[in-house]
């Protein structure tokens, strides 16, 4: 029997209006003003299953307007979307813009870590049907990460584009499978442990 599937959050291509807002850098007032918005979502829908959810329910808990809202998202989804946006954003430059000089390419430590923290956030997703957008997403964002470090690392001389992109993507696919494992498994392995581990398959699979 299959299971029924939640919402896609992605809803096609971004407007250029959209694009444009997003790249937009916020001003102190308006992050702090997503700030609460994404964190009165991730409350309330660990409290009740996400389609009960509703913009004014987040509005109320995050203390903000409902013109307010709509001036940067278009709906709960587009939130929702956002917050794994940022954190996906985060953990794929990470390393880049700490500027540090390790041959790791993903912050693979500090990524489960906060993870692990957020289980209950997991099954949540995972009930809604919603962690094959998040996956999606990462599987994106992840490939830029690791193919920015790849290069960075000086490692495999002259590799074509193209090749780098591809091994960069196949990488990123092993990772979200590593992190799929560790979480189904009920994340007994330590952080640490997973970062040694993957960046063992990086760096044996490469040379």
Not at 26 to 54: M, N
Not at 151 to 177: I, M, N
């Amino acid at each position: 029997m299959s299971r029924k599937q939640g919402p896609r959050l992605r809803r096609g291509p971004r407007s250029e209006e959209d694009h444009a807002m997003r790249q937009r850098r916020p001003d102190q007032r308006t992050r702090r003003t997503c700030e609460r918005l994404g964190s009165a979502l991730i409350a309330l829908i660990q409290e009740k299953p996400i389609e009960k959810v509703t913009v004014q329910q987040v509005l109320d808990r995050a203390s903000v307007g409902r013109s307010t809202f709509y001036l940067h998202y278009r709906d709960k989804n587009d939130l929702l979307l956002s917050q794994l946006e940022i954190f996906l954003e985060t953990m794929s430059t990470a390393l880049t813009s700490r500027g540090e000089k390790s041959h790791r390419v993903m912050p693979v430590e500090e990524m489960f870590a906060h993870i692990g923290s957020q289980r209950k956030l997991y099954r949540v997703l995972a009930d809604a049907n919603r962690l094959n957008d998040f996956f999606d997403l990462a599987q994106e964002y992840f490939s830029r990460g690791i193919g920015r470090r790849l290069g960075e690392s000086g490692r495999l001389g002259r590799v074509p584009k193209r090749e780098l992109d591809a091994r960069a993507s196949a990488l990123a696919g092993s990772l979200l499978s590593l992190l799929r494992w560790w979480l189904d498994r009920g994340a007994r392995e330590s952080p640490r442990a997973m970062d040694e581990l993957f960046h063992r398959m990086v760096w044996k699979g490469l040379l």
